[in-house]
């Protein structure tokens, strides 16, 4: 069965440092990962994707994640937090011939002059 | 359109009411999901539509919930004798056929329905 944790339900970051946002999955097959991020009052954008291509995926806005598959983990990170990276953070997994997608709890990300 | 639209986008409706929330997809995209978002909370899965195949019902709360997806592509979720607890924003997202070979395409989500039961 799929499940997705998000080990920090907040995190928060002086602007100009670095963001680790955590995501852990669980998955019988090889899944397919997905970060999500959502501003205030506004509708849930695509930050990046895994496609088993490459492990390490760059995204929008300087965000990028890592599969680690030994750890079942695909954490988000961007070098240099910006005061509009401020939102929730959901991960996102799917699982290959079973299409629901599955999101994690949520990040809220708080980024502080 | 060139997104998923949600209509309507706020709706206040009282206890015991009956209400319909429309999700038109991205056009060709023959998956649909529904979510719902409940205040600080994450996206609770309610239904999935996918082609002609029979949908996934498993996330519905319960039988007052349905949703129905004509000529595969609108959609509408109906909530009968609506509760408060059923206050949320209800979220659709499409998706392209996530069949073999296109299992990592993306969902594209509409703005969401706020509803509140009062």
């Known amino acids: 069965a799929q499940s997705v944790t998000q080990l920090d339900s907040h995190v928060s970051v002086s602007e100009g440092t670095p963001v680790l946002l955590r995501c852990n999955y669980s998955s019988s097959y090889s899944p397919s990962l997905f970060w999500y991020v959502q501003h205030p009052n506004k509708g849930l954008q695509l930050l990046l994707k895994y496609t088993s291509a490459a492990t390490l995926v760059k995204g929008i806005n300087g965000f990028e994640a890592e599969f680690k598959k030994s750890e079942t983990s695909f954490h988000l990170t961007k070098p240099s937090a910006h005061m509009s990276d401020a939102a929730e953070y959901f991960c996102?997994?799917?699982?290959?011939?079973?299409?629901?997608?599955?999101f994690g709890a949520g990040t809220r990300l708080a980024v502080h002059p | 359109g060139a997104g998923v639209s949600q209509s309507p986008s706020n709706k206040v409706t009282e206890k015991g009411k009956d209400v319909e929330l429309r999700c038109d997809p991205i056009s060709g995209h023959t998956a649909l999901y529904w979510y719902r978002q409940s205040l600080g909370q994450g996206l609770e899965f309610l239904i999935y539509?996918?082609?002609?195949?029979?949908?996934?019902k498993s996330g519905l709360p319960s039988d007052r919930f349905s949703a129905e997806r004509t000529g595969g592509s609108v959609s509408t979720l109906t909530i009968q004798r609506t509760q408060q607890e059923d206050s949320a924003v209800y979220l659709c997202?499409?998706?392209?056929?996530?069949?073999?070979?296109?299992?990592?395409?993306?969902?594209?989500f509409g703005q969401g329905t706020r509803l509140t039961v009062v």
């Open positions: 996102v997994v799917s699982e290959k011939g079973y299409n629901k997608l599955i």
């Open positions: 539509f996918q082609g002609n195949s029979a949908p996934d």
């Open positions: 997202a499409s998706r392209q056929d996530p069949g073999q070979g296109v299992r990592n395409t993306e969902a594209f």
